[in-house]
């Protein structure tokens, strides 16, 4: 019996939790699809370095306020590449655009707490900028 009072009571946490995030999440696509949709990808290509040691460290701060979509990740990157922005500025402005948020970060912080939402996003965008710089150091030593 005490089992399934615990389960219960797990299950109507877990409902009113889910229920007092949904606003933030709604709240935070909105956002996210606005600033893709006012900012297009030409307008982010003229603003980064072509060929540049800090364009990785650009683009990942870039990525980083913009966040959106994986899908539209790869328009975003085709765009560019086409635009003769590099490798390494591309792949960190790619990898922080999907994996850090700072436009998230309230939603997420309140979901999974402060520490954690904070720390995982300094963690992905260090990694992103070392991603950028191995893709170009891959590319250079490949090509």
């Known amino acids: 019996m005490e089992q399934n009072s615990k389960a219960g009571r797990a299950i109507k946490q877990t409902a009113a939790t889910f229920v007092g995030t949904v606003p933030n999440v709604i709240g935070i696509l909105a956002l996210t699809s606005l600033v ?18 800090l364009g990785p460290v650009l683009g990942g701060l870039v990525g980083s306020i913009a966040a959106g979509h994986p899908v539209v990740s ?9 635009a003769g922005v590099g490798f390494a500025t591309t792949t960190a402005l790619i990898v922080s655009w999907v994996t850090v948020g700072v436009v998230q970060l309230p939603a997420e912080a309140a979901m999974l707490g402060a520490r954690f939402a904070i720390w995982r996003n300094v963690i992905c965008f260090v990694l992103a900028i070392a991603m950028g710089y191995a893709v170009a150091f891959v590319m250079l030593a490949g090509g």
């Open 74 to 82: 790869y328009v975003l990157a085709g765009e560019l590449q086409a």
């Open 36 to 53: 893709t949709a006012v900012v297009p990808p030409q307008a982010i290509s003229g603003g980064l370095p072509m060929e540049s040691v």
